[in-house]
């Protein structure tokens, strides 16, 4: 059995991830790390990372060391950036939640419409696609679309005003794109509901991502058991 260490910048998502983990990678452990001051302070500053919020981010990947994981995920779309920055102090691998996502979507289309809840996720989330589609060889054009207030509806248990407000942000950004992808795992609620009525195809990074923690596991399983 292996141990996944996750990181949490949102409350919402934790029992999500929970139970999605346990369909997808059985038989391993996940814990979690949380702290929902992150995005907040990222948000004051401006929209702008803080030193302040890279040495905490890495404090939770040493903390994960120290616990024993295996691998560390994170799980905020947001602090994408800070992962490639932290990955060389930390000696076990951190994965993007986001990443799997992304490259399905450069993939499968050269328009993709990132739907966010928080402005805070927009321009990680832009820069991963620019850099994804470079590696890949392709050109894309992102449009993006922010479902304000949806958030604090859900975190505030106003479910339905959160899912009526994403719905009205994908409908606006639909006619733009080929794909549309939903940049925070919280979003995963409205995958199907968002195809269906815009009858676009539609991904989410938590399940992507959680496969792709399955597979990085069985890989370090197999290299372990190579003489």
């Given at each position: 059995m292996k141990t996944v260490a996750a990181i949490y910048t949102a409350f919402t998502i934790i029992e999500p991830?929970?139970?999605?983990?346990?369909?997808?990678?059985?038989?391993?452990?996940?814990?979690?790390?949380?702290?929902?001051?992150?995005?907040?302070?990222?948000?004051?500053?401006?929209?702008?990372?803080?030193?302040?919020?890279?040495?905490?981010?890495?404090?939770?990947?040493?903390?994960?060391?120290d616990m024993g994981a295996d691998l560390i995920l994170s799980t905020c779309s947001s602090m994408g950036d800070i992962v490639g920055q932290t990955q060389p102090f930390i000696k076990i691998p951190i994965l993007?939640?986001?990443?799997?996502?992304?490259?399905?979507?450069?993939?499968?289309?050269?328009?993709?419409?990132?739907?966010?809840?928080?402005?805070?996720?927009?321009?990680?989330?832009?820069?991963?696609?620019?850099?994804?589609?470079?590696?890949?060889?392709?050109?894309?054009?992102?449009v993006e679309g922010v479902a304000k207030g949806a958030l604090q509806a859900l975190i505030g248990g106003q479910s339905e005003m959160h899912d009526e407000i994403l719905l009205k942000a994908a409908l606006s950004v639909a006619e733009k794109a080929e794909v549309i992808i939903l940049a925070q795992a919280s979003m995963i609620r409205m995958q199907e509901t968002i195809a269906k009525v815009t009858g676009k195809p539609v991904l989410s990074s938590a399940r992507s991502g959680l496969l792709a923690v399955k597979t990085a596991l069985a890989s370090a399983a197999v290299q372990q058991a190579i003489p």
């Open positions: 991830t929970k139970a999605l983990f346990a369909e997808l990678v059985p038989g391993h452990r996940l814990v979690s790390i949380f702290d929902d001051s992150l995005i907040p302070d990222v948000v004051a500053a401006g929209n702008k990372m803080t030193d302040d919020v890279r040495r905490r981010f890495l404090a939770y990947c040493r903390a994960a060391e993007r939640i986001d990443e799997p996502m992304a490259r399905q979507a450069v993939g499968m289309a050269t328009s993709i419409a990132v739907l966010a809840t928080v402005d805070t996720t927009l321009e990680p989330t832009r820069r991963l696609l620019s850099s994804v589609a470079e590696q890949m060889g392709k050109q894309v054009t992102i």
